[in-house]
């Protein structure tokens, strides 16, 4: 099994639509992390948690909200979604160590039409 | 403005040839760089990290070197193989960036037998 399981890993929706995307990991991280990934363009942080009671906005949260339900799950949802939120989304945990790699998981692939 | 740049062409080497990729940032103090592979439609795994207080760092045909001078990282696949083929990101840590690593968009290596 997958160390980072995101859920779904694709799906089609509909402009205006509430989305949530779920991720689980099983590698005792504190830290969790949104991640979108687009043609060209780096991946960009949309939210990150260190603990269940921390929660911090990335650089492109504007249209995202997050919750960590629990220190393994941290949930992304876009409350109304719309056609440039199309995107590939990744979460990725850490350890607390400051050199610490990211563990990213396979992906959930969204398209809104 | 601050930016983390890598080639967005991809870059095509025969078999047994040495592959370089480049990653260059701009007004960005670093206190490391991480590189990345990324094969279609997964997710991103780390591979080598590099302090800004390091020349070079070496693992199994993989060479990594830091130029803080020239601001830039060069990521070397030596002996490269078609298995070798994916996209290669690199990731810096701003001095005080808090643990949020900021990517480059990637450089897509292909390499041909």
């Known amino acids: 099994d997958a160390d980072v399981t995101q859920t779904p890993r694709n799906r089609i929706t509909k402009t205006g639509k509430r989305i949530m995307l779920e991720c689980s990991q099983t590698k005792g991280h504190d830290r969790m992390y949104w991640y979108r990934q687009d043609p060209g363009l780096g991946l960009r942080l949309i939210y990150y948690s260190f603990d269940v009671k921390d929660i911090n906005k990335g650089e492109i949260s504007d249209g995202y909200s997050v919750s960590r339900q629990a220190q393994a799950k941290f949930s992304l949802s876009l409350e109304s979604a719309i056609p440039n939120q199309t995107a590939l989304y990744f979460c990725a945990t850490r350890t607390g160590r400051n050199t610490g790699e990211l563990f990213f998981g396979e992906g959930s692939r969204l398209t809104v039409l | 403005s601050q930016k983390i740049e890598q080639n967005s062409e991809a870059l095509n080497i025969q078999e047994g040839k040495t592959a370089t990729l480049t990653c260059n940032y701009t007004?960005?103090?670093?206190?490391?760089l991480q590189w990345y592979r990324q094969d279609p439609g997964r997710g991103p795994v780390f591979l080598l990290l590099?302090?800004?207080?390091?020349k070079e760092k070496r693992k199994e045909r993989l060479k990594v070197t830091f130029d803080t001078t020239l601001k830039q990282s060069l990521f070397h696949i030596t002996a490269s193989q078609p298995a070798d083929s994916a996209t290669y990101l690199c990731a810096l840590l701003p001095l005080g960036g808090y643990n949020k690593l900021i990517f480059g968009a990637g450089t897509r290596l292909a390499v041909h037998p």
């Open positions: 007004n960005y103090s670093p206190a490391y």
């Open positions: 590099i302090r800004e207080n390091e």
